[in-house]
């Protein structure tokens, strides 16, 4: 089956950078849009970024672009996710999510797999 094993979360201050990974196994990596999505304590999951299967197309949320880069490795099976100028509203539980298809949608119901999350704080 596919397991998506997010890595790279953790506590860091203002203006600080993560960078997050996203090991995927279980089916052809390279045929799939990947996406992260997170969800902060009392609301709804929201889609951060998606990336297709070539990694040529990507897409951001308005309240991260500019600050974070989603790439992938089709040859590592990885996506990763690069926060930088972080904010104490980007923590969260950051999850990475495989879609249905090589090309990406918005919505959390394009993608049919996720991974357990990671918890991402910033502190002010």
């Known amino acids: 089956q596919v397991q998506l094993v997010e890595s790279g979360g953790g506590l860091v201050q203002a203006g600080g950078s993560l960078r997050l990974s996203c090991a995927a196994s279980?089916?052809?990596?390279?045929?799939?849009?990947m996406g992260w999505f997170r969800q902060a304590p009392g609301k709804e999951r929201e889609f951060v970024a998606a990336i297709n299967w070539s990694g040529l197309s990507t897409y951001y949320a308005d309240s991260v672009k500019g600050r974070f880069t989603i790439s992938r490795d089709n040859a590592k099976n990885t996506v990763y996710l690069q926060m930088n100028s972080l904010k104490p509203e980007d923590t969260a539980v950051y999850y990475c999510a495989s879609g249905r298809g090589p090309g990406y949608g918005l919505g959390y119901q394009h993608y049919d797999y996720w991974g357990q999350g990671t918890q991402v704080t910033v502190s002010s």
């Open positions: 279980g089916r052809t990596f390279s045929s799939y849009a």
